[in-house]
T-cell receptor
Framework: GNSVTQMEGPVTLSEEAFLTINCTYT??????LFWYVQYPGEGLQLLLK?????DKGSNKGFEATYRKETTSFHLEKGSVQVSDSAVYFC???????????????FGQGTTLQVKP | AAGVIQSPRHLIKEKRETATLKCYPI?????VYWYQQGPGQDPQFLIS???????DKGSIPDRFSAQQFSDYHSELNMSSLELGDSALYFC???????????FGPGTRLTVT
């Protein structure tokens, strides 16, 4: 079945360090890929998305490129801030050609802690 | 901008009781999704509705039911509550054909 695998956390970085959170997926079709962020005690916020191979999603300094050949969608940021501390979820949806109807399938989440 | 509204935000129930969670989607959004997030877990899809009809079903127990009303709000009804039902329940909404789902703040259900 369709699934998403993320690197395990927590990831602890100093402010201004470079961030990579790995995400790989398994899907039978051509899914759309997302990164969601969850701050403590809050709901999920869409961070960025990519809908087809080689698309690059970007927002607030975060980037991720849809790599079909490696079935990956790694999240990167060049210089993290303390305010980036949160849980990050990689997700897929809308596997075209299947019966999926837009539901999101999430990875297990990666906790990021940024220290001053 | 208007966001997804969920009520209540917190709910405490005892085993075997019932609970009703409500979700009010963003205006002009006609699709609603329900997700369950256990402690330290990723959100799991429960059920979705499009134009008041069930469009997909995930790992939702038979004790749970849901519907979408004519004003597009949705309710998740949970009966015979068990300790394992304690979780955050998120509602998300989207427009038809829209791939972006916008999440509400969640309802934290605690079953004692």
């Amino acid at each position: 079945g369709n699934s998403v695998t993320q690197m395990e956390g927590p990831v602890t970085l100093s402010e201004e360090a470079f961030l990579t959170i790995n995400c790989t997926y398994t899907a039978t079709g051509y899914p759309s890929l997302f990164w969601y962020v969850q701050y403590p005690g809050e709901g999920l916020q869409l961070l960025l998305k990519a809908t087809k191979a080689d698309d690059k999603g970007s927002n607030k300094g975060f980037e991720a490129t849809y790599r079909k050949e490696t079935t990956s969608f790694h999240l990167e940021k060049g210089s993290v801030q303390v305010s980036d501390s949160a849980v990050y979820f990689c997700a897929l949806s809308g596997v075209h050609g299947s019966s999926n109807t837009g539901k999101l399938i999430f990875g297990q989440g990666t906790t990021l802690q940024v220290k001053p | 901008a208007a966001g997804v509204i969920q009520s209540p935000r917190h709910l405490i129930k005892e085993k075997r009781e019932t609970a009703t969670l409500k979700c009010y989607p963003i205006p002009r959004h006609d699709t609603v999704y329900w997700y369950q997030q256990g402690p330290g877990q990723d959100p799991q899809f429960l059920i979705s509705f499009y134009e008041k009809m069930q469009s997909d079903k995930g790992s939702i127990p038979d004790r749970f039911s849901a519907q979408q009303f004519s004003d597009y709000h949705s309710e998740l009804n949970m009966s015979s509550l068990e300790l394992g039902d304690s979780a955050l329940y998120f509602c998300a909404s989207s427009r038809e054909g829209g791939e972006e789902q916008y999440f509400g703040p969640g309802t934290r259900l605690t079953v004692t």
